[in-house]
């Protein structure tokens, strides 16, 4: 069964300097998760976040970045993207993970937004869920990256740091993006997934972590690590 339980509150962290010590330690010029998309997208366009989180989909960041280049050089709209053949599109999001059902799950969203929103993205939670190959991650990318709305995207990374480091105790990802919702102060619910992100990639690895190096190591428990470098 799973189970949540949070015993942290707002203040038992010192949010500040964590954050400082991961962005410090990952550079503040890395891009990764959602500040890609942020970076792809700077005027906020709805429609190009939920595509390309799509295409982001167990799709490195580098791959993402120029399949959604080369998919919005030919369509950046639903009407438009509804007008390329399905090889075209296949061609755009290769070689993108999963790249011909994305191709699927796209053309179908497409139709959607197109039939039941005026070619618009929904901006709830529960419409956005609505739509094809839409999970929470994906949901909570296009409230935040698309329309600015305070949303925890919780990926692999954000779920496997937040328990380490003991600031939730949880076993999925929906369970983390719940428990942090109740800890973490609401400026730092839309860049955590890029730091997060990133910190993972570099430090706080899936396999064997960077302890030695790390400078959260001294308030770290690392719980759940086993060994580490
Ligand atoms: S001390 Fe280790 S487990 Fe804790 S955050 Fe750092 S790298 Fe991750």
Known sequence: MLTRTTTTTTSDHP????FQAVTTAIGRSFRAGIGVLLQETPHRDPFRVLISTIISLRTRDEVTIAASRRLFAHADTPATVLELTRDLLEECLYPAGFYRTKAESIT???RILLEQYAGEVPSTMEELL???GVGRKTANLVLSAGFGVPAICVDIHVHRISNRCG??????????ESALREILPMNYWIPINEWLVGFGQQ???AGSPRCST????????RIGVSRWR
């Not at 949010?15 to 964590?18: L, P």
């Not at 600031?167 to 983390?176: F, G, I």
């Open 130 to 132: 609505a739509l094809p």
């Open 203 to 205: 430090v706080c690895t």
């Open 167 to 176: 600031w939730v105790a949880t076993r999925a990802p929906e369970q983390t």
């Open 214 to 221: 790390c400078p959260l190591s001294q308030r770290c428990p």
């Open 15 to 18: 949010w500040d300097e964590i």
């Open 108 to 110: 179908k969203i497409c």
